[in-house]
C-alpha cells in the first residue's frame, strides 16, 4: 500500500526565506521504512508561474517519517547567488507532488 499527493511549500511572504517545510499527514499506513519522495511540481501557484517552478533553485526532499501519521517535506534554496541584503531567500508558494510506498 502507498499514496501520492500534493502539497504546497510556503517559503512566505517577500523576501522570503531560505529554507521552509511542511507537515503531511494523514497517512496511517505509512511505515518508518517507507519510501518517500517528493519534488516541485511545475504548476502555477498563487505567487509563480509553472515556468518559474522548472527554474527555480529550489531543493525539495521529504523526510522525518512518523509511522501511521505522515512525514514532512523540507525545501531550501540552492543558488549561492545572494541578492543586495537579503542573502539567498526565496518567497511565495511552490507546488510539490509526493508518493511513498
Avoid at 66 to 95: C, E, K, M, P
Amino acid at each position: 500500500m502507498g499514496a501520492q499527493g500534493l502539497a504546497v511549500i510556503d517559503f512566505g511572504a517577500f523576501p522570503g526565506k531560505s529554507d521552509a517545510s511542511v507537515a503531511v499527514t494523514g497517512q496511517a499506513g505509512i511505515l518508518t521504512s517507507s519510501l518517500v519522495q517528493a519534488e516541485i511540481r511545475p504548476v502555477a501557484s498563487i505567487d509563480h508561474s509553472a515556468d518559474e517552478h522548472m527554474l527555480e533553485t529550489v531543493k525539495i526532499w521529504a523526510a522525518t517519517i512518523v509511522a501511521g501519521t505522515g512525514f514532512t517535506i523540507y525545501g531550501v534554496n540552492t543558488s549561492q547567488l545572494a541578492s543586495q541584503g537579503i542573502g539567498t531567500r526565496i518567497y511565495g508558494q511552490w507546488n510539490v507532488f509526493w508518493v511513498w510506498s
